[in-house]
């Protein structure tokens, strides 16, 4: 059995000599979020296809909603759930051989506090932005999911390769159109952890690099264009459904790599409530058998 070294935090100068190239050419402002966003706002996500909100909600508040998860995750995992409203969950194990839910889904039928996180009103200045129609799918699709990832033994949730969101629209019988993806961050995601890399300006692409580009989840180099989106506890991103991303993994390990991100479920159209009897999508059997 092979042990886990637990790597130190970086300093300020490691971490940003850890940066790609590409954080240098891109500046982002220290954007907060209103009640609407503003012009300057809507630009630098339309041009690069992703931005970050600073402290979306202060630390005190984002450690109420981590106890919460934590709760939950030891809940579902007592009562043996491997499946939420269809959707399989992906699960990983500690260091002491105790199970953890690496990508929960449907996370806020089950817990108050995170109910109460997605009727936050500055929500409704990003559906204003999504497009006409836009609502807050609690159980819809995935419902809120939030991804774990730990760098250790027993992790199944490491990293992702590359891939645009548009692929899963296909599954779906969607065409892919724009969507955004709002992530909003448990734990602090310094580069060390690792985390979301992005090509800026490729959710401008039509359809065939949307495709094509690279092959979706297979490939997990770095790309010498893609850009690091760092993040802080509390703080909320948005990315462009339609460019290439990845989760890189990290180069810290065990606690020091932990990062935790929640996924807002933005949905448009029918409304498409899951439950229970709710069938596995061929999406998530595909993934498993080939094991992405
Ligand atoms: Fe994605």
Redesign the pocket.
């Known amino acids: 059995m092979t042990t886990t070294i637990e790597t130190p935090a970086a300093s300020p100068a490691a971490r940003s000599a850890a940066l790609p190239p590409m954080n240098r050419c891109i500046e982002m402002p220290s954007f907060e979020l209103g009640e609407r966003l503003t012009p300057e706002q809507i630009e630098f996500l339309d041009t690069f296809g992703f931005i970050r909100f600073r402290q979306f909600l202060p630390r005190a508040e984002v450690k109420k909603l981590v106890e919460e998860v934590e709760e939950i995750d030891a809940r579902l995992v007592a009562e043996g759930r491997t499946v939420i409203n269809g959707v399989p969950l992906i699960m990983g194990k500690r260091k002491d051989g105790r199970g953890f839910i690496q990508r929960m889904c449907f996370a806020s039928l089950f817990g108050e506090r995170l109910h109460r996180f997605l009727q936050d009103p500055r929500f409704n200045a990003i559906l204003e932005i999504a497009g006409p129609g836009y609502r807050i799918g609690e159980r819809e699709r995935d419902g809120l999911v939030i991804n774990h990832y730990r760098r250790e033994e027993g992790s199944a949730y490491k990293r992702?390769g590359w891939?645009?969101?548009s692929l899963r629209d296909l599954f779906y019988l969607e065409m892919p159109r724009r969507y955004l993806?709002v992530g909003f961050y448990l734990d602090d995601s310094p580069i060390e952890k690792g985390g979301v890399r992005l090509i800026p300006f490729s959710h401008n692409q039509g359809l065939w690099p949307m495709l094509t580009r690279k092959a979706h989840f297979l490939d997990t180099d770095q790309d010498p264009a893609e850009y690091a989106l760092v993040a802080e506890a509390g703080d909320l991103t948005i990315h462009d459904?339609r460019i290439w991303?990845r989760v890189a993994e990290a180069t810290a390990t065990g606690d020091a790599s932990q990062r935790r991100v929640m996924y807002v479920p933005l949905m448009e159209g029918p409304l498409k409530q899951k439950d229970e009897s709710s069938p596995t999508p061929l999406y998530f059997r595909l993934r498993r058998f080939a094991r992405f």
């Open positions: 992702l891939h645009t969101d993806n459904g991303h």
